[in-house]
């Protein structure tokens, strides 16, 4: 479910406009997008920060204008405390959209059975989706992560037609043993003998003192 901002137009500009309005507990917007002409608005702050609470990527606008926006970027004051201006890009239900998604861990994982430790690596995700199924997470399932292997972002669990726009192959959820990396814990293979080095140019090098 959306959540709903009543908004207001605003006629000011610049940084003593923009004062004014978060002493009335106001917090300055522009609304663009789909060709038509950016309005300047301004939303209660209690509103924004329902929405942030609630992980609201799109949002329905009501008052002076009607219509549905992506929060496309949200700026806060210096102590991350207070909202200080948000952007809306007007969008439709079928637009597809790209969006960064908080990644939830679920599921037991056996790999800390053998002393590996769960490290979420990539703590949100960047999909692509219509703006009418914005998830308000995705999920990785370490009920299958072994100890040494990691979760990629190809593994991740997307619904409503959403996918992936970060690079396929990136890594999300490690299982590993503090200190240790992933290519530490893999098990050779053959019992052949990894070749050190330097070593075999030391080698040939006594060799070759010797026919001397």
Same mark, same amino acid.
């Given at each position: 479910?959306?959540?709903?901002?009543?908004?207001? $137009?605003?006629?000011?500009?610049? #940084?003593?406009? #923009?004062?004014?309005?978060?002493?009335?507990?106001?917090?300055?917007? /522009?609304?663009?997008?789909?060709?038509?002409?950016?309005?300047?608005?301004?939303?209660?702050?209690?509103?924004?920060?329902? @929405?942030?609470?609630?992980?609201?990527? =799109? &949002?329905?606008?009501?008052? @002076?204008?009607?219509?549905?926006?992506?929060?496309?970027? $949200?700026?806060?004051?210096?102590?991350? &405390?207070?909202? /200080?201006?948000?952007?809306?890009?007007?969008?439709?239900?079928?637009?597809?959209?790209?969006?960064?998604? *908080? =990644? %939830?861990?679920?599921?037991?994982? !056996?790999?800390?059975?053998?002393?590996? $430790? =769960?490290?979420?690596?990539?703590?949100?995700?960047?999909?692509?989706?219509?703006?009418?199924? =914005? *998830?308000?997470?995705?999920?990785?399932?370490?009920? %299958?992560?072994?100890?040494?292997?990691? /979760?990629?972002?190809?593994?991740?669990?997307?619904?409503?037609?959403?996918? !992936?726009?970060?690079?396929?192959?990136?890594?999300?959820?490690?299982?590993?043993? !503090?200190?240790?990396?992933?290519?530490? $814990?893999?098990?050779?293979?053959?019992?052949?003998?990894?070749?050190? /080095?330097?070593?075999?140019?030391?080698?040939?090098?006594?060799?070759?003192?010797?026919?001397?």
């Amino acid at each position: 479910m959306s959540d709903t901002f009543e908004v207001s $137009l605003r006629n000011g500009k610049g #940084s003593r406009d #923009s004062q004014r309005l978060r002493r009335q507990g106001l917090v300055p917007a /522009i609304l663009y997008g789909h060709g038509e002409k950016s309005v300047s608005l301004s939303a209660t702050c209690e509103a924004i920060k329902a @929405a942030v609470r609630h992980g609201s990527r =799109v &949002v329905n606008l009501t008052g @002076a204008v009607k219509t549905s926006a992506l929060v496309r970027e $949200l700026q806060w004051d210096t102590y991350g &405390v207070e909202p /200080i201006h948000i952007d809306f890009l007007r969008v439709s239900a079928s637009d597809r959209i790209r969006v960064k998604v *908080p =990644v %939830h861990v679920k599921g037991e994982c !056996p790999g800390q059975r053998a002393g590996g $430790l =769960v490290n979420l690596v990539m703590h949100e995700v960047e999909l692509q989706c219509t703006a009418d199924h =914005v *998830p308000e997470f995705v999920y990785a399932n370490v009920g %299958h992560l072994e100890l040494g292997h990691t /979760i990629k972002v190809k593994d991740l669990e997307l619904l409503h037609g959403a996918t !992936p726009a970060a690079e396929l192959e990136e890594t999300v959820v490690t299982c590993l043993i !503090p200190g240790k990396k992933a290519e530490e $814990l893999a098990t050779p293979t053959g019992g052949v003998e990894p070749e050190v /080095i330097g070593r075999k140019a030391a080698e040939e090098g006594e060799a070759e003192a010797g026919k001397e």
